[in-house]
């Protein structure tokens, strides 16, 4: 759009949407943001400072300064509605932040309005959450709709599930923008990223992080474009592609599997706790310790001798969530893992807002 829209970044995090919106190409006039934690508010007024904070969305009550608003966004808290949560859905003080969203739409009558949340947003109490959602969409009266369950792995190596949600104010002409498959986003012209997932959880206090086994000695190869890659058990890794190394070179990470909690034999994720070759990572959370294995048939590889198992930097996070290096930069270890983990990955909001606005 090139006289710029009006946007409103409800539940904004570090700018995972509004970052898609522009890489998107899409101009914005009017910039505003809803978010609570001092922390993101700070990193999210550096990166966007055009943009006028509204403090926390239970409190924007007067819309008059925001005039007409052309697209909002949120993802509304889902710890009560992820497997990691206690399950307490729509009835739990974070996920029931949900309607605080809708009242703004109701109010404001956007021309498009998005959100995203995790999976068991569709099978809480046997779908019955997400019958309210629809109902109380319903109930505004005013916008079609349409939703898609997509992953993140057709951008990122991970099993990372979430719904998107998209309202088209009606009278509004638009272009449709789901059905999205893996072979459209090769088709999109937005780039394939290669990392893992990252989730987090509010209150725990924990430092979020995966963990990546990996060799005390590894080689430089001349066409390895990340130099040393990893050259010491407390050295940083460096971004994990799906090509890293050769099985004939042993030149860094090669044929691996991902692990779920190592110490743990009873531990498992949708019933697995080894992945085989090739597949993505485990959705990631503070509560499990994630890591990668070599196969046995390379057990003779002197360089694979002294596994050790570290933690993912704050870097390698910012790629997994698909942000430019450095975007938390300035903030603690902490803050930035859990920023990131609460963060909505940005590849998917560019290719919807590709769609959307062209």
């Not at 409800?10 to 970052?19: D, N, P, Q, T, W």
């Not at 998107?24 to 001092?38: L, M």
């Not at 109490?125 to 057709?154: H, M, P, S």
Request: with cysteine; proline share 4%; glycine share 10%.
């Amino acid at each position: 759009m090139k006289k710029g829209i009006t946007y409103l970044d409800l539940f904004s995090g570090i700018g995972g949407f509004a970052l898609g919106l522009e890489k998107s190409g899409v101009k914005i006039k009017h910039h505003f943001f809803s978010e609570i934690d001092p922390y993101a508010i700070k990193l999210y007024q550096q990166k966007f400072p055009k943009a006028k904070g509204l403090g926390d969305v239970a409190t924007i009550k007067s819309f008059s300064e925001l005039g007409h608003i052309d697209l909002i966004t949120f993802g509304f808290p889902c710890q009560d509605l992820s497997i990691a949560g206690k399950g307490k859905g729509f009835d739990g003080t974070r996920s029931s932040l949900f309607y605080e969203a809708t009242r703004i739409v109701r109010e404001t009558k956007p021309t498009h309005f998005i959100f995203e949340n995790v999976k068991g947003l569709l099978s809480h109490d046997n779908g019955r959450t997400f019958e309210k959602v629809l109902q109380e969409i319903a109930d505004i009266g005013l916008y079609d709709c349409e939703w898609q369950l997509v992953n993140t792995k057709w951008f990122l190596p991970q099993n990372r599930e979430r719904i998107y949600f998209i309202g088209h104010l009606r009278g509004k002409s638009g272009p449709k923008v789901f059905p999205i498959t893996a072979s459209s986003v090769e088709a999109s012209g937005v780039s394939r990223q290669y990392a893992n997932t990252i989730t987090t959880r509010y209150g725990t206090g924990v430092s979020n992080g995966a963990y990546v086994a990996e060799s005390q000695l590894v080689q430089k190869t001349k066409r390895n474009s990340q130099g040393t890659r990893i050259n010491s058990i407390f050295g940083n890794s460096t971004c994990l592609t799906a090509s890293s190394g050769g099985l004939g070179k042993h030149t860094g990470l090669y044929a691996v599997r991902a692990i779920l909690t190592p110490d743990r034999i009873k531990k498992r994720q949708n019933g697995r706790r080894v992945k085989d070759i090739g597949e993505p990572a485990f959705t990631l959370t503070t509560q499990d310790r994630h890591g990668i294995i070599i196969p046995a048939e390379m057990d003779d590889c002197p360089q694979f001798k002294g596994l050790a198992v570290r933690k993912l930097t704050p870097l390698e996070c910012e790629r997994l969530q698909g942000f430019p290096d450095g975007w938390t930069a300035g903030f603690s270890d902490n803050q930035r893992y859990k920023m990131l983990g609460n963060a909505v990955s940005v590849p998917l909001p560019t290719l919807i807002f590709n769609r959307l606005y062209s």
